[in-house]
């Protein structure tokens, strides 16, 4: 959204920093190595100041809503901080740092914005903010409580996306399972996704996050019924010991849980299931780790992440005495990812044989491979299918891929099968 703020006003967008007058960055402030990673980027891009074309440096997102006053302390070379709140007047702001002489109604607008994640796949936000507390999660407080998008705005920019050719759409919010409670007083996430699959040139539609206790049968029954709704809930766990789900402030309890995955897995047989974890959550003891590994041994998730628990400024687990020592996080996260490891393997051989619709996102340096992802596959987070490359693929085809082999990691070998 951004950079169509820019381009409202004429601005030249370019693609390398090295060129741009203006540097505005986007940051993330919930969690230590984002936090880490936004500094470091801010430090390289203000070197830019002395040794390309810089002139302004302007830095917003979620970083600067958390520590604005220690940012500006420790960072004089930024011009202008622009808080997750103060986005109505971004505009007017950058006008002032700019010195532009008239003052124009340039607002943020998800209709302008510009997609960066390739021609064919957009996401689609359709909430912001979180009401849910976790007691791990900056996020509420940085972001404030969950507010839906009206349906039809949602929707007007869907078809705008489909206008303009994107044939897979991500419907995002950091609980999408919430969608609709606060503005319609019940949940809508099964109606918009109906409608969505109403619009025609769209293939592929995914949703993430799916919250565990919000996975209504409506929902379940509406990714059955609909073709172009991809057979994958991304669902973050994030523990299985009931006394730890607890101290999270999560809704859901180790039998729920066991339940909604045996459903899922009843209902839609070839649904992939993605999950996230936490290890090392103040006072999580070998018994509390030793239940969540050996639920994950049984369930074998077809993806898995996890994360060891952060420190975060502000949240009520912060607070806890008892801290878990680095080391002992870092263990544990070896052994999860040890394991998943190994069950990751077992499911993509299963596919070898198997014959699935792949869409193509681009290719080896080579030219040898094709890179696509089937259904069972998000962007950036998920492995891909290599697939010998026949010269008469482009990147946006869809094409019907049988898996050969697997490849390294979380990828897989195929070739197109007419
Ligand atoms: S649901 Fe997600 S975003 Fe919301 S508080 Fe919990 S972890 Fe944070």
Known sequence: MFVGLFKKEKFEIVSNQHEAQIIVINTCGFIESAKEEAIQTILEMAELKQTAKCQFLIVTGCLVKRYQKELEKALPEVDLFISVDEYDEMWCK????????????????????????????????????????????????????????????????????????????????????????????????????????????FKWIRFLYAYPESITDELIEMVKKQDKICHYFDIPLQHFSDRVLKRMNRKSDSKSIENLITNLRKQIPDVIIRTTFMVGFPSETEEDFEELYEFIKKAKFEKLGAFAYSKEDGTPASKLKEQIHYKTKQKRWNLLMKCQEEISRQKLEEKVGKTYSTLIDGFTHDGKYAIARSYMDIPDEDGVIYIENTGKIKIGDFVKCEITGVGEKYDLVGKINH
């Open 94 to 201: 950058i006008e002032n740092l700019l010195d532009l002489p008239r003052k124009s109604k340039n607002t943020l607008d998800y209709l302008d914005r510009t997609i960066s994640t390739g021609d064919k796949t957009a996401y689609l936000k359709i909430a912001e903010g979180c009401s849910n507390h976790c007691t791990y999660c900056a996020i509420p407080s940085i972001r404030g409580p969950y507010i839906s998008r009206p349906m039809e705005e949602i929707l007007k920019e869907a078809r705008r996306l489909a206008d303009l050719g994107y044939q897979e759409i991500i419907v995002i919010a950091q609980d999408t399972t919430k969608y609709g409670i606060d503005l319609y007083g019940e949940p809508k996430l099964a109606e918009l996704l109906e409608k969505l699959c109403q619009i025609q040139n």
